[in-house]
């Protein structure tokens, strides 16, 4: 079971994982900072299955290079921790830019 909704619900992960779910997905409007993602990551990364998404913001109103890192940024996260997946990039956002570097990024080493 994966526990699914709109906005910021990560202080509900504990009574999740108590009811037995196998992980979270969180969606670009909880607005988490990067400083709470890696927080998640660190707790539930190769625990428990994790989607979040890019910030949404950037990606639509960002500069390049803020996408870019954006991007890379949570690639990194995702990276590093097995069942770790991104959601939320798509054709809106900076398409090529995001999307491209997305590719370039999503692998691990």
């Not at 619900?9 to 670009?28: C, I, M, P, R, W």
């Not at 890696?38 to 109103?61: D, H, S, T, V």
């Not at 990194?76 to 370039?104: C, D, M, R, V």
Request: charged letters at 25%; proline letters at 2%; a neutral charge.
């Amino acid at each position: 079971m994966i526990n699914i909704s709109d906005g910021n619900h990560t202080l509900l992960f504990e009574g999740y994982t108590e009811a037995g779910s196998d992980g979270f997905k969180v969606n670009q409007d909880a607005r988490l900072s990067h400083n709470d993602l890696e927080q998640l990551y660190e707790k539930w990364g190769g625990k428990k299955i994790l989607m979040f998404a890019p910030n949404r913001e950037i990606l639509m109103y960002g500069t390049r290079k803020e996408t870019i890192d954006e991007i890379e940024f949570m690639t990194s996260l995702a990276k590093e921790y097995n069942g770790a997946f991104l959601h939320g990039i798509n054709s809106q956002h900076h398409p090529t830019t995001a999307y491209k570097t997305w590719i370039k990024n999503r692998r691990r080493d």
